[in-house]
């Protein structure tokens, strides 16, 4: 069966510093991979996609960047992380294709003081 | 208008209740639809997928009216652990087929 990691799975970042979070998705081949961010109290929204390595589309411009250096392997990244950045970061995988159902990572819950 | 438009809720219904949850979606050429449960601070999950003759999956039903371009969610005999929120999910016809949208989400409290 598959299965997706996120990791860490809080972080508490200053002002300024660079972020890294990771994904990776275990039993499944391909997969179109997504970021979302999801700040208190509001709906998911769709940072990044991917359809293949070091295929990278981004759906908000923003100080992130995103990147898939293995089939399988995809990381969200900050040079310097504003306030605005924090909230509840989420990996998601579907099979490739169509829009076939999403299953999502358990997320990270970012706080950039 | 919104591209996926829930009630935002929150429901507070007792336990063995039915409650229906609507949804609206602006794409008509739209074609894949969902409902997802998310419980606080956790991962959203499947919870179903919609087809257009409706489905069911134990004391869940989804309905999906394509003319009116709204998905329906009925829970029947509601348990403590339905309490969470639901999300309406629409892919994105036109911003690359495998992208969806997600609605906001309808909070549900099941109560004792």
């Known amino acids: 069966s598959q299965t997706i990691h996120q990791w860490p799975a809080t972080l508490v970042q200053p002002v300024g510093s660079p972020l890294s979070l990771e994904c990776t998705v275990e039993g499944t081949s391909n997969p179109n991979l997504y970021w979302y961010r999801q700040a208190a109290g509001r709906g998911l929204q769709l940072l990044f996609y991917s359809v293949g390595i070091g295929q990278i589309s981004s759906e908000v411009p923003q100080n992130l960047s995103a990147s898939r250096p293995q089939d399988r392997q995809f990381i969200l990244s900050s040079k310097k992380l504003l306030l605005s950045d924090s909230g509840f970061y989420l990996c998601?995988?579907?099979?490739?294709?169509?829009?076939?159902?999403?299953?999502f990572g358990p997320g990270t819950r970012l706080t950039v003081t | 208008r919104k591209e996926v438009e829930q009630d935002p809720g929150p429901f507070n219904v007792p336990e063995g209740a039915t409650v229906a949850f609507n949804c609206t979606y602006s794409n008509s050429a739209s074609q894949s639809f969902f409902w997802y449960r998310q419980d606080c601070r956790k991962e959203p999950k499947l919870l179903m997928s919609v087809y257009s003759s409706g489905n069911e999956d134990g004391r869940f039903t989804a309905q999906l009216n394509r003319a009116s371009q709204y998905i329906s969610l009925l829970i029947r005999d509601s348990k403590l652990s339905d309490s969470a929120t639901y999300l309406c999910?629409?892919?994105?016809?036109?911003?690359?087929?495998?992208?969806?949208?997600f609605g906001k989400g309808t909070k549900l409290s099941v109560i004792p």
């Open positions: 999910v629409v892919n994105s016809p036109g911003a690359g087929s495998y992208q969806l949208t």
């Open positions: 998601a995988w579907s099979v490739s294709g169509f829009a076939y159902e999403q299953y």
